[in-house]
């Protein structure tokens, strides 16, 4: 069973920027679409943006152009850049394939305020 562990979380102010990872345990992360959830307070997960295992990307539209998710396959690890916090970027931010075939890690926990 592949074990995702998800880090680089924390405080930051409106407009501020992050890069999250999410090491994946196991040498068989690089055939699987990967993807970046959130889940904010009060509500449910939700996608936020997906990679192939060639590199193709898409997007959840509210993050849009202040989102990057990207992955190294040698070292099993992929990563999302976030940009132009907004407050709605709150939430606990989890990774898991496109189809979330893996059980869900701790996640990493996203905090934007002033």
Same mark, same amino acid.
């Given at each position: 069973q592949? /074990?995702l562990v998800?880090?680089?979380g924390?405080?930051?102010? $409106?407009?501020?920027?992050? =890069?999250l990872s999410? #090491?994946a345990?196991?040498?068989?992360?690089?055939? %699987?679409?990967?993807?970046? %959830?959130? /889940? #904010? $307070?009060? *509500?449910?997960r939700?996608?936020?943006?997906?990679?192939t295992?060639s590199?193709? &990307? !898409?997007?959840r !539209?509210?993050? +849009?152009? =202040?989102? *990057?998710?990207?992955?190294? !396959? #040698? +070292?099993n &690890?992929?990563?999302? =850049?976030i940009n132009?916090? +907004? $407050?709605?970027? *709150?939430?606990? %931010?989890?990774? !898991? &394939?496109?189809e /979330?075939?893996?059980s869900?890690?701790q996640? *990493? $926990?996203?905090?934007?305020s002033?």
């Open positions: 592949v /074990q998800e880090s680089g924390g405080l930051v102010q $409106p407009g501020g920027s992050l =890069r999410c #090491a345990s196991g040498s068989i992360f690089s055939i %699987y679409v990967m993807g970046w %959830y959130r /889940q #904010a $307070p009060g *509500t449910q939700e996608g936020v943006a997906i990679i295992n590199g193709y &990307t !898409n997007y !539209n509210s993050v +849009k152009g =202040r989102f *990057t998710i990207s992955r190294d !396959n #040698a +070292k &690890t992929m990563y999302l =850049r132009s916090l +907004k $407050p709605d970027g *709150t939430g606990v %931010y989890y990774c !898991n &394939t496109g /979330q075939e893996f869900w890690g996640g *990493t $926990p996203v905090t934007v002033s």
